[in-house]
């Protein structure tokens, strides 16, 4: 059984999939904790499953290195055998990366490596694009940079604003981030032959 932190920065829609999905027995993981960079609305839905918050703000640090190392002891404290980014809006210092990698992945709401970093929908749009896409990757020290896991093309059709794009990406990045947890559990992915 998979241990899962997940970190989140916002309303946690692929988490509340993830804790839905983790309340199957057959499921092989389980979420142990969430954590964030700030309180976030997404603790409700971990607050109804019973499952342990945590928040490490930016602000109350000297510096990034400081506030990753508070981070990585509140992941740590936890035994994961995996950690999620999902929706977590800030880049984790290097030598977390560096502790936590390869069994660190993300989800992103483009088809990577097209339109990386926090605006990736609104980027597609801009572009006139055809299609964008939702995915899975483990994190390395760039932004949306690390090797691919899973990922799934989205036809950009015809009045398609950033919002209604965005609502249409997001069942296809539950999906994918649930059967990226599931191949890894099952050792149908191994994250250290991907990085």
Avoid: C
Avoid at 72 to 83: G, N, R
Avoid at 95 to 118: K, Q
Avoid at 145 to 167: C, F, K, N, W, Y
């Amino acid at each position: 059984m998979l241990r899962l932190v997940v970190l989140i920065s916002g309303a946690g829609s692929n988490l509340r999939s993830l804790l839905e999905t983790s309340q199957d027995a057959e499921f092989p993981a389980r979420v142990v904790a969430v954590g964030a960079d700030r309180v976030a609305e997404g603790f409700d839905h971990a607050e109804q499953f019973g499952i342990p918050t945590f928040s490490v703000a930016l602000s109350s640090f000297a510096d990034r290195d400081a506030w990753g190392d508070e981070i990585l002891a509140q992941i740590e404290s936890w035994q994961p055998d995996l950690v999620i980014l999902s929706g977590f809006m800030k880049l984790l210092p290097p030598r977390v990366v560096a502790t936590l990698s390869p069994n660190l992945i993300n989800t992103h709401p483009a088809y990577l490596p097209e339109f990386p970093g926090a605006h990736g929908v609104r980027d597609a749009i801009e572009a006139g694009v055809t299609e964008t896409g939702a995915t899975v990757i483990v994190v390395d020290n760039g932004v949306d940079s690390g090797p691919i896991i899973v990922q799934e093309r989205i036809s950009i059709v015809h009045g398609d604003t950033e919002a209604t794009l965005h609502e249409r990406i997001k069942p296809v990045e539950r999906r994918l981030l649930i059967q990226a947890v599931l191949d890894i559990a099952n050792a149908t992915i191994d994250l250290k032959e991907l990085s």
